[in-house]
T-cell receptor
């Protein structure tokens, strides 16, 4: 089991563009959470998906949206990119039995120019 | 609102010295606290959580509700402990983690 995987590894976009990041959860996990980690900061919770629906959301604007597919994989979409969206985006998955046990992916580094 | 504070950005200790990474939290409910670690070029991984009261790699952490703290301790630091450590608070039943800004532990010879 490769654990949580994310693609792409790195991404460079310009202001105003849109981006889609992808995440495959660890085998057997059904819940996916997304975090944004700016340089020098801890991860900040964006939202969480369970049963293909957004279950919880952090303090992020509507430009940030997501989706979960029937196979539990997930996408994070960011529209109208701003320079401040430059960050490492982390995906974490958790199993049905213990939602508090989150396993993190390696992240996608997004740079907005 | 919930908050996690890790006052030290960098903690440098000698090999064999005791380690204490500080973490304070702010939350009105019943907290669940975690320590996550990120070694160089590796992903963020769970080190320990307070409900299991376990010791991982020699690290322990005790939840002190009176002082709202969850400090991470190890009696004798090893070189391989050098990493970034994050304290995190779970405030919901569905696992919404609030992280601190992290402390870089540097263990030198």
């Amino acid at each position: 089991d490769a654990g949580v995987t994310q693609s792409p590894t790195h991404l460079i976009k310009t202001r105003g563009q849109q981006v889609t990041l992808r995440c495959s959860p660890k085998s057997g996990h059904d819940t996916v959470s997304w975090y944004q980690q700016a340089l020098g900061q801890g991860p900040q919770f964006i939202f969480q998906y369970y049963e293909e629906e957004e279950r919880q959301r952090g303090n992020f604007p509507d430009r940030f949206s997501g989706h979960q597919f029937p196979n539990y994989s997930s996408e994070l979409n960011v529209n109208a990119l701003l320079l401040g969206d430059s960050a490492l985006y982390l995906c974490a998955s958790s199993p049905p039995s213990g939602a508090d046990t989150q396993y993190f992916g390696p992240g996608t580094r997004l740079t907005v120019l | 609102a919930q908050r996690v504070t890790q006052p030290e950005k960098l903690l440098s200790v000698f090999k064999g010295a005791p380690v204490e990474l500080k973490c304070n939290y702010s939350y009105s409910g019943s907290p669940e606290l975690f320590w996550y670690v990120q070694y160089s070029r590796q992903r963020l991984q769970l080190l320990l959580r307070h409900i299991s009261r376990e010791s991982i790699k020699g690290f322990t952490a005790d939840l002190n509700k009176g002082e709202t703290s969850f400090h991470l301790k190890k009696p004798f630091a090893q070189e391989e402990d050098s990493a970034m450590y994050y304290c995190a608070l779970n405030t919901g039943t569905a696992s919404k983690l609030t992280f601190g800004t992290g402390t870089r532990l540097q263990v030198t010879l």
